[in-house]
Structures are given as structure tokens and as C-alpha cells.
């Protein structure tokens, strides 16, 4: 195991889908600020697990070549195998990411977002949505520039083209002031894209998703003043939050029952994000903001604090 006059080593075992993997970055880097920890990228897919060896806690071989946990944290399904299967290994603590279908007594902790209504415990962290890799800005830019995240079908919200051009045209139209860019996601019907590209024009921006980059969206948020998303993407919705530029709900009807939109409702009764009926709060040029939602720092700090506490390094946190 790794000596505690050294940084832990902490393995971020992937799924590789985007979604899981921004928590996972979230999280690894808030570590590494807090504890100096050496994170290590381990893709499920290459070490596939029978069941077996998941319930009885039997690890596979791994690359010799990789350094002794003293953390293992796993985000998706994908992932949960190669967790349990691994959870014997030395004396590594394990972390689980969002709700898992296996009993959470069999890890060490978990966090998991609060609009999931998972009972409370010693070892569970909730969270308001999900853990993403967006800073806080220091400050705000006091340019007219303002950001529209349009995302797509989900079986949280009722998708309509017509209703969200006309919402975004609505926007566009009251503050002819302001330039705009939008951007649609993986999961935007053709149609809204193909419609979306018509509003180009000298003072709005549309960007393709597969024109943007692992950076893209954090350098858009922080030169804007306002950003505006729609509701079926919590991911998209917490990290327009996080940054701390005002953020405001595109409307769509939610499905009943949906933990997604309770979710969110929670960041709107929170006053993290605003509805559409209250753009003006939006696009007024706002003070500082005195409460902010950052839950990569917290949960990275809660980990740290009860499975890395022998790792801590006392006045070298960054102040950002």
C-alpha cells in the first residue's frame, strides 16, 4: 500500500460514457487539489467481470504496471462489476457514484444525488444534481454575451421543437442588445438543430456539438452573462449552475414522476436557477451571488475527510 507520507492513489474506474466520466473528472480533480492524489484511468471494458467474481469479491488480474489503490471510486453501471470484484484489494476503500442496483453496504460510501431519495447514512454523500468538472468564476463578465444549451429527447420532459424555438426566438427578440450563441447536444432532434442554425446571423452564434471540445462549454460560460438551458439534461443544468452565471429554464412540460425535474425543482426552490417566466432576473446584470453550487468541491472534500484523511495537505488547498 501506499505510504502516507505520500500522495493516494486513487483508480477512477469508466464506463467511458461522457456523462459518467465528467463525475469522475469532477470529482479526480478536486482530489487532487485537496490531497495531491495520482488519479488512474481504468476502463471497465478492458477487465470484464463474471458475476461471480463480483459477488464473492474476487478481483481479476490487473496491469502489474498500475501503483496500489488506496481509493477506488466507480461511476455506471459498467463499472459495478469491476468495483465489487475489486473491493477486497489491499485495504482500498471503495466509492460508488450515483444510486447502484447492489446493496451499498458492499462499498465503502457513495454519493449519490439527493433527487434520488436515498435514505440517509454515515457513508452517503448527497448531492444537489450530479458532480461535474465546472469552476466557480471568480467574477462576471459585464459584456452583453449570453449562452443557450439546447439538449433533446429524454424520458424526463416532453420534447418540443416549437416550443423551445419560440422560447429562444422570445429571447433573442426582447434583448436585441445582446449577442447570443447556442449550442445543441447529442441528444437534439435534427429538426430543432437544422432550425436552431437558421437564427445565424451577425450578433448569434450557432455551434454544432460536434464542433465544440472538452473545453468548449467552460470557456463559453465564463465570457457570458446569462446562460440558458433546457430542462432535460440535469448534467447540462448543474453545470451552467456551478459556474455561477445566471442560469435560466428553457420550459418544457416534466413527465410525471420524474426524479430528474425534482431534482431540478430543488435547484430552483434553492434560487441556483430561475424559470423562464423570470428571464428579466436573468438578464439583469446581477451582484455577486453569496451561495454557490459547487459539488465536486464538497463531495471531493467529504471523501477526503473520511477515506483520505491520512492524506490531507494542511494549507495547500487552492483558493479558487
Not at 451499498?104 to 454519493?111: H, N, S, T
Not at 420534447?159 to 445582446?178: E, G, K, N, T
Not at 437544422?194 to 460536434?210: D, F, G, N, W
Amino acid at each position: 500500500m501506499s505510504n502516507h507520507s505520500q500522495a493516494p492513489v486513487v483508480w477512477l474506474l469508466t464506463d467511458n460514457k461522457p456523462g459518467h466520466k465528467n463525475q469522475l473528472k469532477g470529482l479526480g480533480n478536486r482530489l487532487r487539489v485537496l490531497t495531491g492524489a495520482a488519479l488512474y484511468w481504468i476502463s471497465a471494458e478492458e477487465y470484464p467481470v463474471p458475476l461471480w467474481r463480483a459477488l464473492l469479491g474476487v478481483a481479476p488480474a490487473m496491469d502489474t504496471a498500475l501503483p496500489k489503490p488506496d481509493l477506488m471510486v466507480a461511476a455506471g453501471t459498467g463499472t459495478h462489476r469491476l468495483l465489487l470484484a475489486l473491493r477486497r484489494l489491499g485495504k482500498a476503500k471503495t466509492l460508488v457514484l450515483m444510486k447502484p442496483a447492489f446493496p451499498l453496504g458492499w462499498v465503502d460510501g457513495a454519493i449519490i444525488p439527493a433527487h434520488d431519495e436515498v435514505k440517509p447514512a454515515n457513508n452517503i454523500l448527497h448531492t444537489e444534481g450530479v458532480i461535474n468538472t465546472i469552476t466557480p468564476l471568480a467574477r462576471l463578465t459585464s459584456k452583453p454575451e449570453a449562452l443557450i444549451l439546447v439538449g433533446g429527447r429524454s424520458e424526463h420532459f416532453d420534447w418540443d421543437d416549437d416550443a423551445i424555438l419560440s422560447q429562444v426566438s422570445d429571447l433573442i427578440a426582447r434583448y436585441p442588445q445582446w449577442r447570443w450563441t447556442i449550442t445543441d447536444s447529442r441528444r437534439t432532434p435534427e429538426t430543432t438543430s437544422e432550425r436552431l442554425a437558421e437564427l445565424q446571423s451577425p450578433k448569434i452564434s450557432v455551434v454544432h456539438h460536434t464542433r465544440t471540445h472538452d473545453d468548449w462549454l467552460s470557456h463559453q460560460l465564463a465570457a457570458s452573462r446569462a446562460v440558458w438551458v433546457t430542462p432535460d439534461s440535469i448534467s447540462m443544468v448543474c453545470e451552467a449552475a456551478t459556474s455561477g452565471v445566471p442560469t435560466g429554464l428553457l420550459n418544457l412540460n416534466a413527465r410525471a414522476n420524474s426524479r430528474v425535474a425534482n431534482g431540478i425543482k430543488r435547484l430552483t426552490e434553492r434560487g441556483l436557477i430561475a424559470h423562464w417566466a423570470d428571464h428579466a432576473s436573468v438578464m439583469a446584470e446581477q451582484a455577486e451571488r453569496h451561495e454557490r453550487l459547487w459539488e465536486a468541491d464538497r463531495a471531493a472534500r467529504w471523501v477526503a475527510g473520511n477515506y483520505l484523511a491520512a492524506f490531507q495537505q494542511s494549507g495547500k488547498e487552492a483558493r479558487q
